[in-house]
């Protein structure tokens, strides 16, 4: 059974490649002896090996730890802060995968080109994702934020069989869910609830699309 705090403690020293067990215990500002209690509870969950005296990690391993950690009652705001912007991505999308959105990320369109972070489509309605990995969000860059993830959406909607699309901000340092122009401003900590209701918020949300 894997220890939360040792988990979590071991999250900023899963980098992609091999590194030697100082370079771990640098990573994650633990002693050499923590370090192989935290490297025995990750590889007893399947995330990295020993390999010619190092240890690999793969790409998806932080990810997947941080899945765990969330599922293991680590508040999903402390962890979202040690992932970076490619990461945060994931996670979205993780959340909408559980809650059994059809998911795409970086969702490409052409004439004009736009690019979508994450795309969740549920029952024929999407929910297009803007990730904002800020951590100074003014009220004028999030307002901007909106007008272009409402273009990007009516853009969206215009190329796909959809029969609905909400635009929606994801940020990680945001504490409570708000709305500008009526589009959701969701913190990365709420997005889970706001999918659990994302069909109510559907007829709540007067969509600009």
Same mark, same amino acid.
């Given at each position: 059974?894997?220890?939360?705090? *040792?988990?979590?403690?071991?999250?900023?020293?899963?980098?992609?490649?091999?590194?030697?067990?100082?370079?771990?215990?640098?990573?994650?500002? *633990?002693?050499?002896?923590?370090?192989?209690?935290?490297?025995?509870?990750?590889?007893?969950?399947?995330?990295?090996?020993?390999?010619?005296?190092?240890?690999?990690?793969?790409?998806?391993?932080?990810?997947?730890?941080?899945?765990?950690?969330?599922?293991?009652?680590?508040?999903?705001?402390?962890?979202?802060?040690?992932?970076?912007?490619?990461?945060?991505?994931?996670?979205?999308?993780?959340?909408?995968?559980?809650?059994?959105?059809?998911?795409?990320?970086?969702?490409?369109?052409?004439?004009?080109?736009?690019?979508?972070?994450?795309?969740?489509?549920?029952?024929?309605?999407?929910?297009?994702?803007?990730?904002? #990995?800020?951590?100074?969000? *003014?009220?004028?860059?999030?307002?901007?934020?909106?007008?272009?993830?409402?273009?990007? *959406?009516? #853009?969206?909607?215009?190329?796909?069989?959809?029969?609905?699309?909400?635009?929606?901000?994801?940020?990680?340092?945001?504490?409570?869910?708000?709305?500008?122009?009526?589009?959701?401003?969701?913190?990365? #900590?709420?997005?889970?609830?706001?999918?659990?209701?994302?069909?109510?918020?559907?007829?709540?949300?007067?969509?600009?699309?």
């Amino acid at each position: 059974m894997m220890n939360l705090s *040792t988990l979590v403690k071991g999250i900023p020293g899963i980098i992609p490649g091999g590194l030697s067990i100082k370079d771990f215990s640098m990573a994650t500002q *633990t002693s050499e002896d923590m370090t192989k209690i935290i490297l025995d509870n990750l590889m007893q969950n399947g995330i990295g090996e020993y390999r010619e005296e190092q240890i690999h990690f793969k790409d998806s391993d932080k990810l997947k730890t941080c899945i765990i950690a969330i599922s293991m009652g680590s508040p999903i705001e402390e962890i979202s802060r040690m992932l970076e912007w490619q990461d945060f991505e994931s996670l979205a999308a993780e959340v909408l995968e559980k809650r059994e959105f059809d998911t795409t990320k970086n969702v490409i369109l052409t004439k004009p080109r736009m690019q979508i972070d994450v795309v969740g489509i549920k029952s024929g309605v999407a929910i297009l994702v803007d990730c904002k #990995h800020w951590n100074n969000m *003014t009220h004028s860059a999030l307002q901007e934020a909106v007008k272009k993830q409402i273009i990007r *959406t009516k #853009h969206f909607v215009s190329k796909t069989k959809v029969r609905g699309a909400i635009p929606a901000i994801v940020t990680l340092y945001q504490h409570d869910l708000q709305f500008i122009d009526k589009v959701p401003i969701i913190p990365i #900590h709420q997005l889970d609830s706001f999918c659990d209701e994302f069909y109510g918020n559907i007829e709540e949300i007067q969509s600009s699309v």
